[in-house]
């Protein structure tokens, strides 16, 4: 039986340097069995101040902790590294950065909760974690949940958002089960969205924000070809501008 490993770094920063001080995890063997992580780690990497601002985790919380490859977690996260397994994020491309640049070279089949609620939920105007936690109604059942767990909620803490995730994946296999009927897994149809680049309906930032992306390729396609040349564009709308622009 596949296990699915949910998990969210917290780190010293976002740049090539940094790296992760905080790891919260949850190991799903069975709706009965779910291993639950939350763990710190040292690093002589400094934190950066907008980092703190962030988690609130600063240099002294961390000063004897042990390091990454010390903990529990990374030991079962190298442990179960097969492609039968999951390991699932909310922006999987980032977290996964930061464990490969302690060493990890990955084998799981990925699900990105990010790009699936995109996706799955696309006139949602935002899909951010904790905008859908509240938008999906999480916060709902949320409370029980950790209860459960002996889980502590606070937001932009590893283990606090990996609990929201947990929720939003459930919401999201329901929803592909919905909208791809012909496939029985719905863990597969979670892989194939993760695997597949979104095209954007509207603009989220910018002069255009707000804007169907259509409206603009045929009013600005200067702009849109801007942007395609000057800026440092994710995956989703690289991909959508060159569907546009092309």
Sequence with gaps: MPKYILFDTET?????????????????????????FDELCSTEVP??????????????????????????????????????????????????????????????????????????????????????????????????EADKLGITIKAHDAIGDVLVMK?????LVVLAKEQFPEEPNPMKTLDKLTQTPVLMKTFKFGKHKGKEVADVAKEDAGYMNWMKNNMDLDEDMAFTLDYYLG
């Design 12 to 36: 010293t920063g976002n740049q090539e340097q940094d790296r992760i001080i905080q790891i919260g995890a949850m190991i799903v063997h069975n709706k009965d069995q779910i291993d639950v």
């Design 47 to 144: 934190i950066t101040l907008e980092a703190m601002e962030i988690h609130n985790i600063t240099p002294d919380v961390i000063e004897n902790q042990p390091l990454y490859n010390e903990l529990e977690f990374v030991q079962k996260l190298e442990a179960y590294n097969d492609a039968e397994n999951y390991l699932i994020a909310h922006n999987i491309k980032f977290d996964l950065s930061m464990v490969e640049k302690e060493g990890f070279d990955n084998n799981y089949t990925l699900i990105d909760t990010l790009r699936c609620a995109k996706h799955l939920l696309p006139d949602s105007p935002y899909h951010r974690l904790q905008y859908l936690r509240y938008a999906l109604g999480l916060y709902k059942t949320e409370g029980a």
């Design 167 to 171: 929720l939003l994946l459930s919401k």
